[in-house]
């Protein structure tokens, strides 16, 4: 009869570390697709898009850091005639939030593949 050996820290540590990078990979894809629809102003807003990591939370944070950063995303009255939107981080989160839970799924389940020795 063959032994089982138990890897549950190497498994945890596995799961935390691929679902993290999946986590920022797709803040990242977010970001990117939010500075495309992010007013025009002289750019300082679009440049001021970041993404924070957040690893004792399993987290990352999309952000844009200018003091009229939250006006320009809810007011929906703005008018942008040099291009861009309100909701311009709302938005691309809400249409990629699904896919990036799918790459962090993904992401898991291929971490385990190298734990069952």
Known sequence: M???KWHGEEAERLIRQAAMKAINDGAEAILTDAIDETPV???TLRRS???TEAPAEQAAFVSFNTPYARRQ???LDYHHPRGGKAKYLEDPFNRL???VQK???NAIKNAL???GR
């Open 2 to 4: 063959s032994e089982l």
């Open 113 to 115: 593949k190298g734990t």
């Open 103 to 105: 790459m962090a799924a």
């Open 97 to 99: 939030k699904g896919k």
């Open 73 to 75: 995303h809810e007011d």
């Open 49 to 51: 898009g970041t993404v």
């Open 41 to 43: 102003d002289t750019g």
